[in-house]
């Protein structure tokens, strides 16, 4: 079992991939697990849970290549 840690970005706007980063050097510093949480207008919140072992590459190409709608 591990503790959850949840990072918010400011704005309203999708995570760059330097806050993605980030979040994986906190769960690895911290030895927990990261939900990262923005906001889309017209769509609401969005996450995505980063631990070590979470593959950046695929998780950076996931979040910028998603299509938030109505």
Same mark, same amino acid.
């Given at each position: 079992? *591990?503790?959850?840690? #949840?990072?918010?970005?400011?704005? +309203?706007?999708?995570? #760059?991939?330097?806050?993605?980063?980030?979040?994986? %050097?906190?769960?690895? %510093? *911290?030895?927990?697990?990261?939900?990262?949480?923005?906001?889309?207008?017209?769509?609401?919140w *969005?996450?995505?849970i !980063?631990? +070590?072992? #979470?593959?950046? +590459? +695929?998780? !950076?190409?996931?979040?910028? %290549?998603?299509?938030?709608?109505?």
């Amino acid at each position: 079992m *591990k503790e959850l840690r #949840t990072l918010i970005i400011e704005g +309203e706007r999708r995570p #760059t991939e330097g806050e993605i980063l980030e979040a994986q %050097t906190f769960a690895r %510093t *911290k030895k927990c697990i990261v939900e990262l949480r923005w906001f889309i207008p017209h769509s609401g919140w *969005k996450a995505r849970i !980063i631990s +070590e072992e #979470t593959n950046i +590459e +695929e998780l !950076i190409m996931a979040i910028n %290549t998603a299509i938030y709608s109505l």
